[in-house]
């Protein structure tokens, strides 16, 4: 009897069996076209003994309608489909949909159609239209693209189409590429570096599961050391996998990468058109794609022959995934690792501790760059007391930090401020009323943003204008700005050097990885003085002539006060720190601080890393929290506040009691209301003994709630909002 069972991408409906039709073969892990009630749809031949589930009469299955012309998902990709479901509670349809995430792909081989403005205007012109003409100057993209780009609707575009203002371009659905050659550039390595990198090219040959942690301080050349292991890995026509944590580092990434292999390697990201993605994914399934550099996502994809993963800044938390699937790609990277059986490696200045208890615990390999590159040395760092150091009214700037900036911009040397919050200030509040601007969908203030000149929600994305008065009592000239953002401390730097040159660089200014090249360029030419930055400035970029980095307030990442806090800081500060100095140049760090004695600033005063994460694991040790035990949250939301805190009620009376397991509150979210949900959350802690996932389950399966509440877990939980 030939039936198979196949997993849809439909996380409502559980696998389904079907007919195969004589002369069709549909091994496990092909992609398939199958009916679902009127509708044809994909999914994936799967192990039925993987969702066991009652037989069905032969008689009654639907027959299989296709099986696609791409090649199966391999075992190795399925059983980390599997893993992935079940330890981060979601369901394998969810995680199926990140691995088939371009539908065109597996969909045909039909070349797909973009459009490209060709010079004619329309007869009538709107104002829609007129943005758009404007917009789309050297865009190319699909209809929907160029809606999304131009920022008006479909209609709009279409309309133009249909006038004949754009050129139909038909883009062929494989890529042409160009082969990364292992030796296209040899470079001098130090002795460091070919010893650590020996180990790499060593691993790759061995071709098994293990995870190796490179630890080498900021600017000791760890990007160098793993290109020789993918060079390795390149020789054995093998493929590698590059994970960076943000997109607008992928292109300077490229470059790097082009002038060490005389070749691109292929791109995966949010940012791509369908047309790349399709042709990508394509590529990297068959196998003519040698190297994948990506975000997150690129985990997930169906690589033909896997020989190496490496994530790049590996400590970064923007590798957690906070909705959908809630996966640590780090985690998982490790897990693909050994499915694989292939090296991984994680490379850092600030591993995270988890990373560095891996180590202790002899589950990871501890691989050490401890000096940089070239006989550069490492920055200074001094602590700036602000309660001695005193900035004017109404600065943000210490007066020694003032002239250490004057005295470089004398040197013709470039400066970085660096502080972590986009906009111009945190929080508009009424002089009158006391009334403090607030997001209508979420517990949030709004931020202002005077390029722009809205208020904005971080969390929700809603925007207003900077409003003339008091919403609240209606006071003209009312509200003031309070605190600063990175657009206020760059006023500050125009003001007291209006000759030198500026740049503010945060998610809102460097969106694409051309903005994020087109900053490097402007760097690398000597056209900036001062950056103004946010944490996208803190990782990856290498400048000659950068030799003074001012940390604005370096007591902001441990308001917060999870358990993270301390180390967030840490590798935040010394990430940033890093970009100080990174050649012949010496570089010095200033960080504005109330509290000059924190143990965090005395351990980046002293450069004393071990130290620091000696005493941070031993307090992790003593509080029993991860890596040492376990967290989850629940999080139960809905549009109505009284279902949800009844279903949070209901999930908290029902806790199972199990020695070292155990279950606080519920309790509203310190983020009480999000995208105009209501919020609560229960936190499970849990010793390493007892088995987490398992307990959930049991407990969850249980129990019932309205369909309008979403219950969502969160295991190895990052974010505690
Ligand atoms: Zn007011
Ligand atoms: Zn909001």
């Keep these: 009897m030939n039936r198979v069972r196949v997993l849809l991408l439909n996380a409502a409906l559980g696998p389904l069996d079907y007919r195969v039709p004589e002369a069709m073969d549909a091994p496990f892990g092909s ?23 009652e037989e069905i009469d032969f008689k009654k299955l639907r027959p299989l309608l296709e099986v696609r012309e791409v090649p199966p998902l391999r075992a190795p990709l399925r059983r980390l489909i599997e893993w992935t479901a079940s330890y981060y509670f979601a369901s394998p349809a969810s995680v199926l949909r990140m691995v088939l995430s371009s539908g065109a792909a597996f969909a045909d081989t039909r070349p797909m159609i973009e459009y490209r403005l060709n ?43 249909k006038l004949g203002m754009f050129d139909r371009i038909e883009i062929a659905p494989f890529a042409d590429l160009a082969l990364p050659a292992p030796d296209h550039d040899i470079v001098d390595l130090s002795d460091d570096q070919k010893r650590v990198s020996a180990t790499l090219i060593k691993a790759v040959q061995d071709r098994k599961f293990q995870p190796y942690l490179l630890d080498g301080v900021t600017g000791s050349g760890k990007t160098e050391v793993y290109f020789e292991a993918v060079a390795e890995a390149l020789r054995q026509d093998r493929q590698v996998l590059v994970l960076l944590p943000e997109i607008a580092l992928t292109e300077p990434f490229l470059n790097r990468f082009h002038a060490r292999f005389g070749a691109e390697p292929v791109a995966w990201h949010s940012g791509m058109k369908q047309s790349d993605r399709k042709k990508n994914w394509r590529a990297l399934a068959d196998g003519s794609a040698k190297v994948v550099v990506g975000a997150r996502s690129a985990l997930f994809l169906p690589y033909a022959n896997l020989g190496l993963i490496i994530v790049d800044e590996a400590h970064e938390s923007s590798f957690k995934q906070e909705d959908g699937v809630r996966y640590h790609a780090r985690d998982v990277a490790v897990m693909r690792g050994l499915h694989e059986q292939i090296p991984v490696v994680l490379a850092s200045a600030t591993p995270a501790i988890e990373s560095r208890h891996q180590v202790e615990q002899g589950n990871y390999q501890l691989l050490e760059l401890p000096a940089r590159f070239g006989g550069a040395t490492m920055p200074t760092i001094e602590a700036l007391d602000l309660t001695q150091d005193i900035p004017a009214r109404g600065s943000w700037l210490a007066p020694s930090l003032i002239n250490a900036l004057e005295d470089n911009l004398g040197k013709g040397e470039q400066s970085l401020l660096f502080l972590n919050r986009r906009g111009f200030a945190p929080l508009t509040l009424c002089r009158t009323c006391g009334d403090r601007i607030n997001c209508p969908n979420c517990t949030a203030w709004m931020v202002e943003h005077r390029l722009t000149q809205r208020l904005a929600c971080h969390h929700c994305g809603h925007v207003i204008p900077v409003p003339e008065k008091c919403p609240e009592c209606g006071d003209e000239d009312s509200l003031v700005a309070c605190g600063p953002g990175v657009e206020r401390i760059c006023d500050e730097v125009k003001m007291l050097f209006p000759a030198a040159r500026t740049a503010i660089v945060t998610s809102d200014t460097i969106w694409s990885p051309q903005r994020a090249a087109d900053f490097v360029t402007q760097m690398e030419a000597g056209a900036i003085d001062i950056v103004v930055g946010t944490q996208l400035v803190t990782k990856g970029y290498h400048f000659p002539n950068l030799t003074l980095v001012g940390v604005v307030d370096a007591d902001i990442g441990l308001e917060g006060g999870d358990l993270r806090a301390a180390e967030r800081s840490f590798q935040q500060i010394a990430q940033v720190a890093g970009r100080a100095g990174r050649a012949a140049k010496p570089g010095h760090v200033y960080v504005q601080t109330r509290q000059p004695k924190a143990r965090v600033i005395q351990a980046l005063i002293e450069n004393d890393r071990d130290g620091f994460y ?84 049991d407990w969850l399966e249980k129990l019932e709630w309205p369909r309008a509440v979403r219950v969502g877990v969160d295991v190895d939980p990052y974010s505690f909002v």
Excluded: C, Y
């Design 119 to 161: 010079g004619t205007l329309p007869d009538r012109m709107t104002p829609q239209r007129e943005q758009a003409l404007d917009k789309l100057i050297d865009v190319q993209g699909t209809i929907s693209e160029l809606s999304f780009k131009a920022d008006v609707s479909v209609a709009v575009i279409r309309g133009l189409e």
């Design 31 to 53: 992609i398939v076209m199958v009916p679902l009630g009127p509708r044809k749809v994909p999914g994936v031949v799967w192990e039925p003994e993987s969702f066991p589930s």
């Design 614 to 697: 000696a005493a941070e694991i031993e307090a992790r040790r003593a509080a029993q929290a991860p890596p040492f035990a376990r967290w989850a949250a629940i999080i139960i939301s809905s549009e109505d506040n009284g279902e949800a805190m009844e279903t949070a009620r209901l999930i908290g009376q029902t806790a199972p009691k199990v020695d070292g397991f155990s279950v606080f509150g519920p309790a509203p979210a310190p983020l009480a209301m999000l995208r105009g949900r209501h919020r609560h959350r229960l936190l499970v802690h849990s010793l390493r003994s007892v088995d987490l996932q398992d307990i959930l389950r």
